[in-house]
């Protein structure tokens, strides 16, 4: 009984490793190709351009033959009577004979088709649909540099936290290690209590910070998730050492690169806002002007006094060909309101193009000036930490032969585990400043 107890629970182990869904890894560049492919944001941004697409063939299709069918069925409930003089019938001059007209029921089907021979308005809608695609496209591309920098940013804080917990790990267990060498010393007699609670402040305090780190370790994992387009709960693991791909990214030639303002997505933005002011302006010109449309038509028609229209029924047919021409003559000085409104939109979008024109540049200066700043900060906060090491570890050796006091080992476990954040924080500063200068670039 024993032994089939003991099958049955490793079969229940062998089924639960079995069925556990190994860990996705992922380069910073995989993850990124993942994430434009599978983004919320990114979905909808592609969807939006399929969408103007469409537009753009509805706008195109509303100016080409249109062919429209009616069928029309009348019941006269009451047939309408109409008097007549009764001497066309041979009655008395000065009297009315009631006369009714028609059949009661009638039954009409007719197809027609149009087409537009001249429209201003659409003149310009067709012209516009390519800028409105351009914008579609452009809109799309800052989709996509938007959901970069997110991902750049979030697989960054994943490797930072995983490192934070090994360090504060690694921390924990040098205290460990100190507090109990302290705490014998104290019971042999040869040390101050005050040196005991030193140490358990500083080990009580990193302990909350390993516990803090390890949770904020699963939530940075969830956020890189979220942006790449998986569950949040699904098992994601990058691949790459922060340190190294800190030391990938630092590319000083990208300080000395020009700016081409023309592939900016910003300024591809502002450019399409004049394109479709300047289509709202043509498109306010062309009201004045006359629209010419022609339409040939054919039908039949079908009387009785009986609902008999599908069976042996006699049906008169009909066509009629015509031309529709409409010609704008005096609106009240409101078409022309309307255009002056155009041209004003049109003169903002320009100064708007100006300004973003200079703000990108402005834009770029402050970016390369934060990346130099991350480049400089990185170098120092990792010299400073090799130095941060030394000490703490000099006052370790000071403070078992008598020479430190306890709170000259507290501060240089302080000034480290400072220099340690600062080290961390400069790698991931370096990864989102390169990446903020080429967006910018856009090269």
């Not at 015509?322 to 320009?350: C, H, M, N, V, Y």
Request: charged share 20%.
């Amino acid at each position: 009984m024993r032994n089939f107890f003991f099958i049955c629970f490793s079969l229940v182990l062998g089924t639960l490793g079995y069925t556990q869904e190994p860990p996705r890894t992922f380069t910073l560049e995989e993850a990124i190709a993942y994430a434009l492919e599978n983004n919320y944001s990114a979905i909808n941004a592609n969807r939006e351009l399929i969408d103007a697409q469409k537009q753009k063939w509805e706008t195109i299709a509303s100016g080409l033959p249109q062919i429209e069918g009616t069928i029309n069925y009348q019941n006269q409930l009451k047939q309408p009577v109409t008097q007549i003089p009764a001497e066309f019938f041979g009655g008395e001059p000065g009297t009315f004979q009631e006369v009714v007209f028609g059949q009661a029921q009638q039954a009409t089907a007719t197809a027609t088709l149009r087409q537009q021979i001249f429209d201003g308005s659409y003149i310009v809608g067709v012209q516009a649909t390519r800028a409105f695609i351009s914008f579609s496209a452009n809109n799309k591309e800052k989709t996509d540099q938007d959901v970069r920098l997110a991902v750049v940013e979030a697989y960054g804080n994943v490797l930072l936290a995983k490192e934070n917990v090994a360090i504060l790990e690694n921390n924990k267990a040098t205290l460990e290690k100190n507090l109990f060498e302290t705490q014998k010393i104290f019971e042999n007699g040869l040390g101050d209590e005050e040196s005991v609670e030193q140490l358990q402040i500083t080990l009580s305090q990193i302990d909350n910070q390993l516990k803090n780190g390890i949770r904020l370790k699963g939530i940075t994992r969830q956020m890189l998730n979220l942006v790449m387009g998986l569950p949040i709960d699904s098992p994601t693991e990058p691949i790459e050492n922060l340190d190294a791909l800190a030391q990938q990214q630092i590319d000083l030639g990208l300080l000395d690169t020009t700016l081409n303002i023309e592939n900016n997505v910003d300024y591809k933005l502002a450019y399409n806002l004049n394109e479709q002011r300047f289509f709202e302006l043509k498109l306010a010109k062309s009201r004045a002007l006359p629209t010419l449309n022609a339409f040939v038509n054919y039908g039949a028609s079908a009387f009785s006094d009986n609902f008999d229209f599908l069976s042996n029924q006699t049906w008169f047919e009909s066509s009629v060909l015509g031309f529709d021409l409409k010609i704008p003559i005096f609106s009240s000085l409101g078409r022309s309101a309307s255009t002056q409104r155009a041209k004003i939109a049109l003169e903002q979008a320009k100064t708007q193009l100006s300004e973003a024109t200079e703000s990108i540049r402005l834009q770029l200066e402050r970016a390369k000036s934060d990346y130099t700043l991350s480049i400089e900060q990185y170098e120092t906060a990792k010299a400073n930490l090799d130095l941060a090491e030394r000490i703490e570890k000099k006052n370790q050796i000071k403070y078992f032969e008598g020479i430190a006091t306890s709170f000259e080992l507290r501060q240089a476990q302080t000034q480290l585990y400072s220099t340690q954040q600062e080290y961390l924080q400069s790698m991931v500063d370096v990864i989102n400043r390169k990446t903020e200068v080429e967006t910018i670039l856009n090269n």
